[in-house]
């Protein structure tokens, strides 16, 4: 069943119905589907030393990552897979925009003793990487030492993996350059319901309620700013990658929806945030339920359900 217009959204119908007559196929070739892609980086990237994967917030970069790391070992290659968020510079240190703190842009990050550590492991084989406290807003440098054998790759994933100021350090013949994001949004009734940034929305809402203990009026607080950052600090770079990778999960919304509708319920009418939730509440709640356990264990959108 083709369950995309033309323009390359899903159908929120055409999907429901799938998943009505066929919801353990639908889901299986849904994974099956982004595997694929991993499989065709995997192949891409061998060639490659240094692998640079960008993308927007609540866009699978971390499980892809992972993802194309287990691929990469299994093809009996090794593998060091680097966080660009242990890079973080001290929460006291954070460069100040319109008069606050802001970890969205590409200063946040320590980017000399990024450059200096990834060269380093490109040519000696190994460096010691630092560790961030996000519970403390601390970085803590030379916390962990690896390896990195001379026919090995190095997976760099961050918000700002591909920024020019982070590549333009690096032998431009050894990276190889990767955006990640939801490509397709969803269409109900011969409209668009949900755009790709608003189903990132979705994701991130659901992930900071179990893994930041955040609830939804504060990311949406910020979801604002989030956005603003990333046309200024990660799109622009998005026309430089060699290879884009679509997470969109045709099923996803519908696996979302239980735990959307428990946080998004609770920000209360006095909240300058609540015809938002409400809006958000009313358009997940036309997708079919997907429970947790139809999913398999290693599928991307656990890294948002957790």
Same mark, same amino acid.
């Given at each position: ?6 323009? &390359?959204? #899903?159908?929120?119908?055409?999907? *429901?119905?799938? @998943?009505?007559? !066929? ?8 994974? *099956?589907?982004? +595997?694929?892609?991993?499989?065709? @980086? ?10 640079? @994967? ?21 093809? &009996? ?12 510079? *001290? ?17 946040? @990050? ?17 460096? !010691? ?49 990767? +955006? ?70 045709? +099923? ?21 945030? #609540? ?30 359900? &957790?």
């Amino acid at each position: 069943m083709e369950l995309q217009n033309q323009k &390359g959204f #899903y159908i929120v119908e055409k999907v *429901n119905g799938q @998943l009505s007559s !066929e919801r353990e196929l639908a889901i299986r070739q849904t994974e *099956n589907a982004f +595997y694929t892609q991993i499989l065709k @980086l995997a192949e891409k990237v061998s060639q490659k030393r240094i692998v640079l @994967l960008s993308g927007p917030s609540s866009s699978g970069k971390t499980t892809t990552a992972q993802k194309l790391f287990r691929e990469i070992v299994r093809q &009996g290659r090794p593998a060091v897979a680097v966080s660009l968020d242990d890079f973080y510079k *001290n929460r006291s240190e954070l460069p100040v925009v319109d008069g606050r703190p802001n970890a969205e842009v590409v200063d946040a @990050l320590q980017i000399d003793l990024i450059v200096q550590t990834l060269m380093q492991l490109d040519k000696t084989g190994e460096a !010691e990487l630092p560790v961030f406290d996000f519970t403390k807003g601390v970085r803590q440098d030379h916390a962990k030492k690896v390896e990195l054998p001379q026919d090995g790759i190095v997976i760099v994933e961050g918000l700002h993996a591909l920024n020019d100021r982070i590549s333009e350090g690096l032998p431009v013949n050894d990276l190889y350059k990767v +955006y990640v994001s939801p490509h397709s949004g969803f269409t109900y009734g011969d409209r668009v319901w949900l755009s790709k940034r608003q189903v990132r929305c979705l994701r991130r809402i659901v992930r900071d309620s179990w893994a930041r203990d955040c609830d939804a009026e504060r990311t949406l607080s910020v979801w604002g700013d989030v956005c603003a950052g990333e046309d200024l600090y990660i799109r622009p770079f998005q026309k430089f990658a060699d290879c884009r990778i679509d997470t969109t999960h045709a +099923y996803e919304c519908g696996l979302l929806r239980a735990q959307a509708e428990k946080v998004l319920s609770v920000v209360t009418a006095d909240s300058a945030h #609540y015809e938002t939730a409400q809006d958000l509440l009313r358009r997940i709640r036309v997708f079919d339920y997907v429970e947790a356990s139809q999913i398999p264990k290693d599928s991307l959108l656990h890294e948002f359900i &957790g």
